[in-house]
């Protein structure tokens, strides 16, 4: 199966929820009809390139909606090897594709640059549940590549890091593990903040979460480069 890739406007997020038979889908229906379980699978797109195979898979696809990400929500640390893919059922609204799914169209409707979500499925399995995230893909280099190719450090855009961090707390939006894999540069220079799993919107006048997002980044940026 081929698609002809199309430029797609950037219309408003139309967020639509579908529940059935234990599987949750959230999608946006400016951009994609209601997507089919197969969707959410590598296997069904012509020639996904595999863009992340640590805890969570994480692939490139192409689709009538133009490039995407496609990811899988896996388990780290010693509990991975019980659960996986698995999580703990709490309820729709808790589970972690759709929570991310809710926070990158409201980060999108704020003009923050963040990866555009497309959809998010969640399927339930007795007390567990599994989930995958589809979303508009940023071409560009991870903030850490880009540093380590770079024999001056004062030529980046430390600049267009800061305004894009900044508009971020200023929004609310606090980003779970803010580090120098999850933030990208774009081919304008332009700074994208990736991977909001865990992300939640927090007070902006309480600048203590935000001092403490700096400092997880600092610590980042010391464990690749040291001093």
């Known amino acids: 199966m081929r698609f002809r890739v199309r430029i797609v406007s950037e219309k408003p ?7 059935m038979q234990g599987r949750i889908v959230i999608y946006d229906a400016a951009r994609l009809a209601v ?15 595999l863009l992340d195979g640590g805890r969570g898979r994480t692939y490139a696809i192409r689709g009538e909606f133009g490039e995407a990400v496609l990811r899988r929500y896996r388990r780290g640390g010693a509990v991975a090897r019980y659960l996986g893919d698995r999580y703990l059922w709490t309820g729709a609204e808790h589970a972690r594709p759709v929570r991310e799914f809710r926070l990158l169209a409201a980060a999108h409707a704020a003009g923050l640059r963040v990866p555009r ?13 599994t989930g995958d995230l589809l979303m508009a893909r940023i071409q560009g280099q991870k903030l850490s590549t880009l540093l380590e190719a770079l024999s001056d450090w004062s030529k980046f855009n430390w600049a267009g890091l800061g305004n894009s961090i ?30 909001w799993d865990r992300g ?9 979460w935000q001092q403490a997002n700096l400092r997880r980044l600092s610590r980042s940026l010391h464990k690749i480069f040291g001093a």
């Not at 997020?13 to 529940?19: D, N, P, V, Y």
């Not at 540069?185 to 700074?191: A, H, T, Y």
Request: a negative charge.
């Open 13 to 19: 997020i139309l967020a639509q929820t579908l529940e």
């Open 35 to 49: 997507p089919a379980p197969e969707r959410f699978s590598a296997a069904h797109w012509p020639d996904p390139i």
């Open 117 to 129: 979500p497309l959809a998010a499925q969640v399927e339930r399995h007795g007390l567990f549940y």
């Open 166 to 195: 900044g508009k971020a707390h200023a929004a609310g939006f606090e980003h779970a593990d803010l580090n120098a894999h999850n933030l990208l540069s774009d081919v304008g220079n332009r700074i994208w903040i990736i991977d």
């Open 200 to 208: 939640t919107r927090r007070d902006p006048k309480d600048d203590r």
